[in-house]
């Protein structure tokens, strides 16, 4: 089955400065990745997800790549604030019914003002 | 709000009790989970729910007792549990076939003395 590896656990940048959150995948016929990010006490919500015919995507101040070759993807938030603290989690899935969704450890992300 | 709520938020229970959870979504999904989120774990899925069929059961102990009587509610029986089970129980829904996504949420916190 499917194994998802995320780096680094825990994440400590300056307000400003940029993130990156990388993970690595097994199973060759995932298609599907999305971040999901979980505030202290409140539930993961999607922010972001790339399929595997793209190589990138943005949305304003946050990017996912995708390396197929590789089996990898990672999420870059720039220009960070207090408010992106929070724990990210990718994921990796087949997509539809054929699979579902097999998380990462997460990454807990502290941006100090 | 996401449209998924779970009932109760916070659970402490003893060894011998019998418990259950419950969680409704409001979104029209087809497809209901239960994941198990620990410390310092990936969001372990638990169950899946397919048009009120289950699809999935991830290895999980007998313990655990999931019921999904519509496409719109969807329970997690407990009894007899161990206190490493003490956890935070995540239930989600999607869309089957579309795009994956999976709407959480608050969760239910469950301690187990």
């Known amino acids: 089955g499917e194994n998802v590896e995320q780096h680094p656990s825990t994440l400590s940048v300056q307000e400003g400065d940029s993130a990156v959150i990388k993970c690595t995948y097994s199973d060759s016929a995932s298609n599907y990745f999305p971040w999901y990010k979980q505030e202290l006490g409140k539930r993961p919500q999607l922010i972001i997800d790339?399929?595997?015919?793209?190589g990138e995507k943005k949305d304003q101040r946050i990017a996912v790549t995708l390396n197929k070759t590789a089996k990898h993807f990672s999420l870059h938030i720039t220009e960070t604030q207090p408010e992106d603290s929070a724990v990210y989690f990718c994921a990796a899935s087949r997509g539809g019914s054929q699979g579902n969704l097999i998380f990462g450890k997460g990454t807990k992300l502290s941006v100090k003002p | 709000e996401t449209g998924v709520t779970q009932t109760p938020r916070h659970l402490v229970m003893g060894m011998t009790n019998k418990k259950s959870l419950k969680c409704e979504q409001h979104l029209g999904h087809n497809a209901m989970y239960w994941y198990k989120q620990s410390a310092k774990k990936p969001l372990e899925l638990m169950f899946v729910?397919?048009?009120?069929?289950?699809?999935e059961n991830n290895s999980v102990p007998s313990r655990f007792s999931p019921e999904c009587p519509n496409s719109s509610h969807l329970f997690l029986h407990l009894h007899t549990l161990q206190p490493e089970d003490s956890a935070l129980y995540l239930c989600?829904?999607?869309?089957?076939?579309?795009?994956?996504?999976?709407?959480f949420g608050e969760g239910s916190r469950l301690t187990v003395l």
């Open positions: 989600a829904s999607s869309q089957v076939r579309l795009t994956g996504e999976l709407f």
């Open positions: 729910y397919s048009l009120e069929e289950r699809v």
């Open positions: 790339i399929r595997s015919n793209v």
